[in-house]
T-cell receptor, first 113, second 112 residues
């Protein structure tokens, strides 16, 4: 059983640029959630995808967008990057309804300069 | 969003000691999870709780779902150096679908 894999592991971008982060969900999981974790903080919910549609969104602006593909993998896109977007971005997969909890990937460390 | 308060923020303990930490919310949750996060890694699920009053163990770890459904507790017995890390609680608030809210974390240091 493969876990959640995220790519890339680290990324440095310039303010104003756009970035795409990728996530492959754990085998058998059909729901993907994205979280942003600033240094020293708990993860903050960005949004969740189920059956290729957004299924809940946290308090993040529209320049944060996502996709889910038929194989349940997912992308997080962030446009017009700001310095405060620097964080660890975590992808988590689960069964529908979150039953059994989330399985997290190791995250992508994004630094915006 | 929902606020989960974790305490203590940090703990420094001797190897072999027991550890207790808790998490409280202003809202009722119907699922509580406890995670451990090592530096540079994603959180790893330790224990999941689904019913008020539920007490669940995973090795030296024991967690409880509070009767009021607004709190949860995690205990670690006979701590060892590899218990070092940040422990997060997470709650599922039924009115917001599948969004888990995370606490601010408890940083645990075990002194050999």
């Amino acid at each position: 059983e493969t876990g959640v894999t995220q790519s890339p592991t680290h990324l440095i971008k310039t303010r104003g640029q756009q970035v795409t982060l990728r996530c492959s969900s754990q085998s058998g999981h059909n729901t993907v959630s994205w979280y942003q974790q600033a240094l020293g903080q708990g993860p903050q919910f960005i949004f969740q995808y189920y059956r290729e549609e957004e299924n809940g969104r946290g308090n993040f602006p529209p320049r944060f967008s996502g996709l889910q593909f038929p194989n349940y993998s997912s992308e997080l896109n962030v446009n017009a990057l700001e310095l405060d977007d620097s964080a660890l971005y975590l992808c988590a997969s689960s069964l529908a309804g979150g039953f059994g909890g989330y399985t997290f990937g190791s995250g992508t460390r994004l630094t915006v300069v | 969003g929902q606020q989960l308060n974790q305490s203590p923020q940090s703990m420094f303990i001797q190897e072999g000691e027991d550890v207790s930490m808790n998490c409280t919310s202003s809202s009722i949750f119907n699922t509580w999870l406890w995670y451990k996060q090592d530096p540079g890694e994603g959180p790893v699920l330790l224990i999941a709780l689904y019913k008020a009053g539920e007490l669940t163990s995973n090795g030296r770890l024991t967690a409880q779902f509070g009767i009021t459904r607004k709190d949860s507790f995690l205990n670690i017995s006979a701590s060892i150096p590899s218990d070092v890390g940040i422990y997060f609680c997470a709650g599922l608030y039924s009115n917001t679908g599948n969004q888990f809210y995370f606490g601010t974390g408890t940083s645990l240091t075990v002194i050999p």
